[in-house]
């Protein structure tokens, strides 16, 4: 088992004695890429400002490495690095200047330290220049080396990806999976972005109105909403089909999902069987199309739908 390097239970938060986080509980593990997914408003950033120090929790522990931040702050948070919102930076110094500027606040890292993380974020060409010639990306570079220039155990990141084109996104996904795997550093990143968290990190925690509602490893979570099947089915036969598939052993769930339009969750090896019987009860099949779940699937299913779920899921058949 790798070291659990962030422990965080029943941890809760009212602003104006309105309770906007409700006992979130999760690990974070030595060596992985975690991610916390929610919309805009879900209260990620609270919940990071809570890990860090720079909110007061109303209930619930947050270990850090094992010690407790709210008993033992100064040990605990020597153990994180953090980027909360955007990396704050001098911009009038050059990257070097800014690095050797937290060197100076944090204490006791060697100008060797420096060398080597401005290597490990591969801004040896550009550490020399002011930071306000920095592309968005390479000051989100400069701003996880002075995170990391104190040998945290976790990296916390909100929205890192923010503003960034494709091709920073790529750059910073790649440099994150290679912190994680060959440092065994602790990745926790923040994110709305379900599709950069999917190829991202290995486990998930879903929040929704300030609740964790689902925490998990990302493939093992797909595969709950795996094998969906979709049918292209006349109008006219469509009451027809749904009560035949719902009577099929094969099939453990069917609903509409447009106007000619069915899905099941099924075996996909068992389509040829089921399509079989349709036509032998005298339905059209005009179309079938197997479907491959992502995280977005997922989450909108976990969180109760929005932006038209509701309607895809009417008429939903469930053994």
């Not at 890192?160 to 910073?172: H, K, S, V």
């Not at 719902?246 to 769930?253: D, L, N, S």
């Not at 069917?254 to 000619?260: C, H, I, N, P, T």
Request: proline share 3%; aromatic share 6%; glycine share 10%.
């Amino acid at each position: 088992m790798a070291e659990t390097v962030l422990t965080v239970k029943g941890l809760q938060k009212a602003i104006g004695g309105k309770p906007i986080i409700h006992d979130i509980t999760f690990d974070v593990y030595a060596g992985e890429v975690f991610g916390f997914l929610g919309p805009n408003g879900a209260g990620k950033t609270t919940t990071i400002r809570m890990l860090v120090g720079l909110a007061k929790a109303d209930g619930g522990d947050v270990h850090i490495g094992g010690i407790s931040l709210q008993e033992q702050f100064p040990e605990a948070i020597a153990q994180v690095g953090c980027i909360v919102e955007n990396p704050e930076l001098y911009k009038f110094l050059t990257g070097r200047e800014n690095l050797e500027q937290f060197a100076r606040m944090s204490g006791g890292i060697s100008r060797q330290r420096i060398e080597e993380i401005v290597r490990f974020v591969d801004l040896e060409r550009a550490i020399d220049d002011k930071v306000k010639t920095y592309s968005l990306g390479m000051r989100q570079r400069l701003g996880i080396a002075q995170a990391l220039l104190h040998r945290p155990k976790i990296l916390i990141l909100d929205e890192p990806t923010n503003g960034l084109d494709p091709a920073g996104i790529r750059e910073l996904r790649q440099f994150i999976r290679r912190l994680a795997e060959e440092e065994g550093l602790a990745v926790f990143i923040s994110s709305h972005l379900l599709s950069e968290i999917e190829m991202m990190c290995d486990r998930v925690a879903i929040i929704s109105q300030g609740k964790v509602i689902s925490v998990g490893v990302v493939k093992e979570l797909m595969e709950q909403f795996a094998d969906q099947v979709e049918w292209t089915i006349p109008l006219d036969h469509m009451e027809q089909a749904v009560s035949v598939l719902g009577e099929m052993e094969a099939v453990t769930e069917v609903w509409q999902s447009g106007e000619e339009r069915l899905k099941t969750r099924m075996d996909v090896e068992q389509v040829s069987m089921v399509n079989q019987i349709l036509v032998s009860k005298g339905i059209p099949v005009t179309g079938i199309a197997t479907k491959t779940v992502t995280l977005e699937d997922l989450f909108l299913t976990l969180t109760g739908g929005g932006n038209g779920l509701e309607t895809e899921h009417a008429g939903t058949r469930t053994k």
